[in-house]
């Protein structure tokens, strides 16, 4: 795991004093709220339905056991036991009160983490695969590129005032989980005659434009990237619009201009800028990469006559281990996905007592380390199949050992009305109905492979345009409706969701999702035939008659 | 045509708290059946005026007007998002391990 050097830790501890010193002067009366609020932006604190809220960056969603204890004990000492992960692979704390900030930033820094570039018209948290490290095909460990694009926008000068947000996603790997397309930037790492570059898609994102992403270059050299993306982003910011936020993003950019005029123009600025200059010193790089050696791994028997054993005599867990584990690079060893969406639970909450037995738990089996996933859910990258049994028992003690990655009641769901001052409908207790309906793991597992995403206004951060199923919960008139969509997709085959026509109540939703779920069932060709695969052969057209015909 | 005027209570969020507060006779409360019912135009102006000198004051932050329906004459918020905010916690049981 990277580890701060001394330039960082000068940085952060400077940000946290500069920001405590902010806060004082609020308090005391010397800084007017508008004075105050780009401020706090800039450190992560927002005023949200209820109270403040500060969200915490997780970069490239990798966290060590130490940081989850210390984000376990801000959440027990500073707000109300509980923090929440969100899609971003960030955390928010939902009740801080603003004179304890400047402590719980500086707690933060003890630990090697801040909330600088958490909010604003700037480059966020850098968001990368999950499986990083682990996934067999993956070409290198993406957020070594991750990292370094996190230290050229911390505070970058020209890039701290952009037109709006800019959000970059790097996978290593061909098979999505970052959800790269629909990002202003998406960098994939590739191989190309035996030489590591990068792909750089441009324009994709959700929010009420939804766009997936379109190819910018198919190869960037590798000590080419940085000037490249200097170069795409030095485009859009002297294009951008600050006239109105609805048309400021890169997506509008690129598909009012065209992506080839758009492509032109960073050719071009790339062609005459001082790429030297930009480029990080090769000695860098090297340093960064040193932080991500492979942890060492033995090879270990892929089967484990124990984990056989435990498989046939408790049912569950065979459930949980087929559901829930991913193929590791190194033989013996899995990722394991920790499920934050237990029946009844809010998508993506974990109290204290959960993050230190997950910190714990990360610490004995998975060589200290955890990813937060886009799909708010916690991986353990490093875990020995022998372990499993263990680490599940662990995990069942305090909640936390659904069998549902990827299945029906995994779903993505913003905080919606409940916490969110820009929300226009609830989303978490819309999420809870619809887990409890399927609760059933038998049910789930006969279901197969299928994500709901669910967003409670258009600007989409429960990612509703991409979900297979996806729920956008607007205002009608002072009453929440629910619009649905069908056959997103946010991984390498990106697509967006299709609305299936009018909206539905609140109470209305869990029945609309079954029927959508009993059509699929009846009309798919076989158990092996996903509903994305049956949506896609079908279309609209079944599932459209199933929920409107009768009316 | 004007719409007509709806009876509005004074809302905004504590600043050191962050809490929804409500403007009461006696100051700010978390409690919206405390609030000062405005039922005239005139008298959510002097009520917003009442707000921003609180805010001038750095008691609150960003207060706005919150129409209300009428229950024995105690305010309840009209939409759902004031019910919820006026409710100060989300409508389901959270931070619990489920």
């Known amino acids: 795991m990277y580890r701060y050097d001394e330039f960082d830790h000068k940085f952060v501890a400077e940000r946290a004093a500069e920001f405590r010193d902010q806060v004082r002067r609020r308090l005391a009366g010397h800084l007017t709220e508008a004075e105050f609020k780009p401020l706090r932006l800039m450190n992560g604190l927002y005023l949200q339905l209820h109270a403040y809220m500060l969200r915490v960056a997780i970069p490239y969603g990798t966290l060590g056991s130490r940081q989850m204890r210390q984000l376990a004990m801000i959440a027990e000492k500073w707000d109300r036991g509980y923090g929440h992960f969100t899609t971003r692979q960030n955390i928010q704390f939902n009740w801080p009160k603003l004179k304890d900030v400047p402590d719980i930033i500086d707690a933060l820094a003890e630990v090697e983490m801040h909330a600088i570039q958490t909010s604003g018209n700037c480059i966020r948290n850098t968001t990368s695969d999950p499986f990083s490290a682990v996934a067999p095909e993956e070409v290198e460990d993406p957020r070594i590129t991750a990292e370094l694009i996190r230290q050229w926008s911390s505070l970058h000068p020209e890039f701290t005032f952009l037109g709006r947000k800019f959000k970059i996603a790097v996978t290593g790997s061909e098979e999505d989980r970052t959800a790269l397309k629909l990002h202003d930037i998406g960098v994939q790492v590739v191989k190309r005659d035996g030489e590591v570059g990068y792909r750089v898609m441009v324009g994709g994102g959700m929010g009420r434009t939804p766009m997936i992403a379109k190819e910018l270059r198919d190869f960037v050299p590798r000590q080419e990237l940085l000037p490249y993306l200097e170069a795409a982003l030095r485009v859009y910011n002297l294009h951008g619009r600050r006239d109105n936020k609805y048309k400021a993003r890169i997506k509008i950019l690129v598909h009012e201009l065209g992506i080839d005029a758009y492509r032109e123009q960073v050719e071009a600025e790339f062609a005459s800028m001082d790429r030297e200059a930009i480029a990080a010193p090769a000695e860098e790089v090297e340093r960064i990469r040193a932080y991500f050696q492979p942890p060492k791994l033995s090879e270990r028997a892929s089967e484990s006559p124990l984990i056989e054993r435990m498989k046939s005599a408790d049912p569950s867990f065979a459930k949980w281990i087929e559901r829930n584990t991913f193929p590791h690079k190194i033989p013996g060893y899995v990722a394991a996905t920790v499920s934050l969406k237990p029946i009844g639970g809010a998508p993506g909450d974990a109290t204290a007592e959960q993050m230190r037995v997950i910190a714990d738990l990360a610490e004995i089996y998975s060589r200290d380390e955890m990813r937060v996933t886009h799909e708010q859910n916690i991986v353990l990258p490093h875990v020995a199949i022998d372990d499993l049994y263990r680490l599940y028992k662990g995990l069942s003690g305090i909640g936390l050992d659904a069998p549902n990655k990827g299945l029906v009641t995994d779903i993505i769901a913003c905080p919606g009305l409940d916490y969110c001052a820009l929300a226009t409908a609830r989303s978490i207790p819309v999420a809870q109905r619809i887990a409890e309906r399927f609760a059933d793991n038998d049910r789930q597992a006969a279901i197969g492979p299928l994500q709901i995403k669910i967003s409670g206004c258009i600007n989409a951060c429960g990612h509703h345009h991409v979900g297979h199923i996806g729920i956008l919960g607007l205002d009608k008139a002072g009453v929440e409706s629910y619009q649905i969509t069908l056959g997103g997709d946010a991984t390498e085959t990106a697509a967006l969701g299709e609305r299936t026509g009018p909206g539905f109540s609140y109470d209305e939703v869990p029945e609309v999702i079954e029927t959508i779920i009993d059509t699929y069932l009846d009309l798919r060709e076989h158990p092996r035939e996903t509903f994305l695969q049956a949506y896609r052969r079908t279309g609209m057209a079944p599932f459209k008659e199933a929920l409107y015909a009768a009316a | ?98």
């Open chain 2, 1 to 98: 045509m004007a719409k007509a005027f709806e009876p509005a209570v004074i809302t905004a969020n504590d600043l050191v708290e962050g809490t929804a507060v409500f403007l009461t006779p006696e100051g700010w409360s978390a409690d919206v059946s405390k609030a000062m019912v405005a039922l005239t135009p005139e008298q959510a102006e002097e009520f917003d005026a009442l707000g921003q000198r609180h805010v001038q004051e750095n008691v609150v932050v960003e207060p706005y007007r919150v129409v209300v329906l009428l229950d024995s004459g105690k305010p309840v918020p009209k939409l759902r998002r004031e019910q919820i905010r006026a409710a100060g916690a989300p409508t389901f049981a959270y931070g619990k391990a489920a």
